[in-house]
């Protein structure tokens, strides 16, 4: 793939990945070298006590002293959970890349996907481009009957409310360029559960172009969900509050 030009950031944020942090770093590093892509990792730990930023230094050792590609991996903890909005606020500070990838470390979002929305991006400049579980082959693997009927229960009521033409509105794989996470994101009140639909819902009113890329969704590998009734709460909230500013 010819695109050296190009810069992709990924934008990791992580809480007791230890496991999964080591084999979704390898999976991205496979991915970019195999299609001669520039990339960077940014990793934003909210201070994991499980040794998940032990782990992320021991693979700034292992992947920034390979070759000619620099600083590689970056670890920018934080003291605690203040959110998923405020991981990627304070994540793209560090971003060097003009391309970023927002994506989960538990391996649900496989880095496999990203060459293929990266050549959705390229075909009409596309502002976004975002991983869809919902639209052409796209589908979930691994999730009970009841985390299926919460997620499409909250696609259904997102897009019966706010009609944004988008298929997967609480998905959390998606190609940015960088100017435009920077403005979408200063223009998003939520911090939780509701972050990625109203990070959507902003974007098409302020008339970015968005692209949907079918993913294979796998529940992750190890760790528990951070789901729970206080984050639908939550995102039920966002939907009507967005409703009525947007």
Request: net charge positive; hydrophobic share 40%; glycine share 10%.
């Amino acid at each position: 793939m010819a695109a050296a030009k190009h810069k992709y950031s990924i934008l990791l944020p992580t809480y007791n990945e230890r496991r999964n942090l080591p084999i979704i770093t390898y999976l991205l590093e496979q991915t970019f070298s195999q299609a001669g892509l520039d990339w960077e990792l940014i990793i934003v730990d909210d201070g994991s006590p499980d040794g998940t930023q032990t782990v992320a230094n021991q693979l700034i050792k292992a992947y920034n002293t390979r070759g000619a590609g620099g600083e590689r991996i970056k670890l920018k903890p934080r003291a605690g959970k203040l959110g998923l909005g405020t991981a990627y606020v304070h994540g793209l500070q560090f971003v060097t890349g003009d391309f970023v990838v927002i994506m989960d470390a538990d391996f649900s979002h496989h880095p496999k996907f990203l060459p293929v929305m990266i050549e959705k991006q390229r075909e009409a400049d596309y502002d976004i481009v975002t991983g869809t579980r919902y639209a052409g082959d796209g589908g979930v693997y691994g999730w009970d009957l009841k985390r299926k009927l919460v997620s499409r229960g909250a696609n259904l009521v997102a897009d019966t409310v706010l009609r944004p033409g988008v298929s997967d509105l609480t998905g959390s794989f998606r190609l940015y360029k960088r100017g435009v996470l920077e403005k979408v994101i200063k223009a998003t009140e939520s911090k939780g559960y509701s972050f990625q639909m109203e990070m959507m819902v902003r974007a098409k009113a302020m008339g970015f172009k968005v692209a949907e890329c079918p993913i294979t969704f796998v529940d992750r590998l190890y760790g528990e969900s951070k789901l729970g009734g206080e984050e639908i709460a939550e995102y039920l909230k966002g939907v009507f509050n967005l409703w009525y500013k947007v």
